[in-house]
């Protein structure tokens, strides 16, 4: 989440081969346990690049210079065929139609919740997918999300496991209306936080990066359970492991998901709701490498269902996990705390803690949240 310097950009050009020269000092030391340190990774930082094999080392040093990447080295053959089987298009709808069902549950929606939420997940050394603490915190964030679920008709919480430790977790409402079970709507946030000088070892609280949008789409959640959601087509909550190592978190499920022909409506990322930039209180709507019918939606959700003002902004290439299902067809959105340019510069450091961020800020984003997953639940044609 940095902005690509003219020095990233030159890195990408030299990046071409394998044996990029010596490893740096600093490098050898932070890069223990990051992975094998010489291990080979498929690596994507383009659409208009092709893919490179890279060492950990040089993906790391990439990470650093501020490029996203996806690391698509167990999907390589995944992205052949991005068109859905079947003729099935999903409609997106123009306009917000379900204000008298949706406020009610906007009404619930508190920042106490959010609070003791981010307390807790920003109390683990980091949240780092390959480190204890990552294992551990995603423990706690299932078992937190289990006690909302516990006693609720028609709501199951899932791990979806994954080659490392740190699993994502997936949260579903079921559908009353039997003939749309195989569609679904996603919201989404990444549980991983990252320090990117100590990967595996510093301290990171990631609140904003992205314990804000973890807590903000888990208070969503809340008051959806607690007031009785039942949606007509299945909703999704996803709380991804490890975007910050190249989206293998929301990879890995949205893969998955296409493999099983399963029909993605459309998918919401909150990555990075709790800061507030010198634009003001505002939402950044993301409009690059994202489906443009549903983010012209997501606009009109900004307007109907928030108290602050929408800016149109950018992030680049593979910016967070929404990417993931736009690799695959499947249509997808984005909302962050500011524009790109103004949002927070703490991320990724042990600077980015909570007493940076506004929960009523995030509040904002749950409301959006909340009118994404009810609006978009049901079946429309016009
Ligand atoms: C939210 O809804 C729950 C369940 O209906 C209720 O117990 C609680 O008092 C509500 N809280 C607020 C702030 O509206
Ligand atoms: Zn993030």
């Not at 490893?23 to 659409?47: A, C, M, P, T």
């Not at 859905?84 to 997106?92: L, M, N, Q, V």
């Not at 990117?196 to 904003?208: C, R």
């Not at 909302?335 to 929960?359: C, M, P, Q, W, Y």
Request: with cysteine.
């Amino acid at each position: 989440m940095k902005v690509i310097t003219a020095l990233a950009l030159a890195f990408a050009f030299t990046a071409t081969t394998v044996n990029a020269g010596p490893i740096g000092l600093v490098d050898q030391i932070s890069n223990f346990g990051f992975n094998k340190g010489d291990e080979l990774r498929l690596i994507q930082y383009g659409d208009d690049q092709p893919a490179r094999w890279m060492k950990e080392s040089e993906i790391l040093e990439m990470f650093r210079l501020g490029i996203k990447y996806m690391d698509i080295t167990d999907y390589q053959n995944a992205y052949d065929d991005v068109v859905i089987e079947s003729t099935w298009k999903p409609f997106i709808p123009a306009k917000a139609r379900y204000a008298d069902e949706v406020q009610p549950y906007i009404g619930n929606l508190t920042t106490t919740t959010m609070e003791i939420a981010l307390k807790k997940l920003t109390s683990f050394k980091n949240r780092y997918y390959k480190s204890k603490w990552g294992a551990e915190s995603c423990r706690w964030l299932i078992s937190a999300i289990r006690d909302i679920a516990e006693e609720a008709d028609g709501v199951s919480v899932k791990e979806f496991e994954h080659s490392w430790d740190q699993f994502s977790i997936i949260a579903r409402f079921e559908g009353s209306n039997s003939d749309l079970d195989n569609e679904l709507v996603i919201v989404g946030a990444h549980q991983d936080s990252v320090n990117l000088w100590l990967p595996s070892f510093g301290t990171a609280p990631g609140a904003d990066d992205d314990g804000s949008g973890t807590v903000t789409i888990l208070e969503a959640f809340r008051s959806l359970v607690e007031n009785g959601f039942k949606p007509e087509r299945p909703v999704e909550f996803h709380w991804y492991s490890a975007e910050e190592a190249g989206l293998l978190g929301s990879q890995a499920v949205a893969a998955e998901y296409k493999k099983q022909g399963k029909q993605v409506v459309a998918m919401l990322q909150n990555d990075m709701t709790g800061f507030i930039g010198s634009g003001g209180e505002q939402i950044g709507i993301v409009a690059d490498h994202v489906n443009p019918e549903l983010t012209e939606f997501l606009k009109t959700l900004v307007d109907t269902y928030a108290a602050i003002p929408y800016v149109n902004t950018k992030c680049g290439y593979a910016c967070s996990d929404h990417a993931s299902w736009a690799k695959h067809g499947y249509p997808s959105a984005f909302t962050i705390e500011s524009a790109f340019e103004d949002s927070n510069k703490a991320i990724h450091t042990t600077g980015d803690v909570i007493s940076r961020l506004s929960f009523d800020h995030m509040k904002e984003f749950a409301k959006v949240a909340t009118g994404f997953a009810i609006e978009l639940s049901h079946e429309r044609s016009e």
